[in-house]
């Protein structure tokens, strides 16, 4: 999908966002699920929040999923990812405009999977298949069960049940 500002933007399956753009800047909150931008140059931020975090773009190309749950107001503990396959993005806190807690560069990603109290891990995009919806193909690489499952439910009609809950966090 093409954005008012000329961005590029794809949503997967189950994927929820509100779009507000005004004349200072351009926000998406995203609330559920994963989607992919290609972003326009233009003079305004452009900016995407996740839970309690801000993504700032730095005109970049980049991925964000929201993982098992649904972005609310307050959730700091909502588990998010983000990939930056071209330029730089920077994370901060909503609260907090004194700096970036995280910037990302080309070929890094990051897993938040609770509050970012410390310093978060940055792993090579390589190293992870981050993104593949895109082509149609998902893959997991040392993911829980649990995870996986409700990524797969996302995708496929009808319902997806774990018979013993014991293999969740396998």
């Not at 090579?124 to 996986?148: C, D, I, M």
């Amino acid at each position: 999908d093409l954005l008012p500002d000329g961005t590029r933007m794809t949503l997967d399956a189950d994927s929820r966002i509100r779009i507000s753009f005004d004349e200072h800047s351009r926000r998406i909150d995203l609330f559920q699920g994963s989607v992919d931008f290609d972003i326009a140059e233009d003079p305004r931020a452009f900016e995407v929040y996740v839970g309690e975090y801000r993504i700032e773009d730095i005109g970049t190309i980049f991925s964000v999923s929201v993982k098992n749950g649904i972005n609310e107001p307050g959730n700091a503990d909502l588990p998010f990812s983000v990939a930056v396959e071209e330029g730089e993005i920077h994370i901060h806190r909503v609260d907090d405009r004194s700096g970036p807690i995280v910037e990302l560069v080309a070929g890094e990603r990051l897993e938040v999977s609770r509050a970012l109290e410390t310093a978060p891990s940055v792993t090579p995009l390589k190293a992870t298949p981050f993104a593949s919806w895109r082509n149609g193909v998902l893959q997991y690489q040392n993911r829980p069960l649990s995870e996986v499952l409700a990524d797969l439910q996302r995708h496929f009609p009808g319902t997806i049940q774990l018979v013993d809950p014991d293999l969740a966090d396998e």
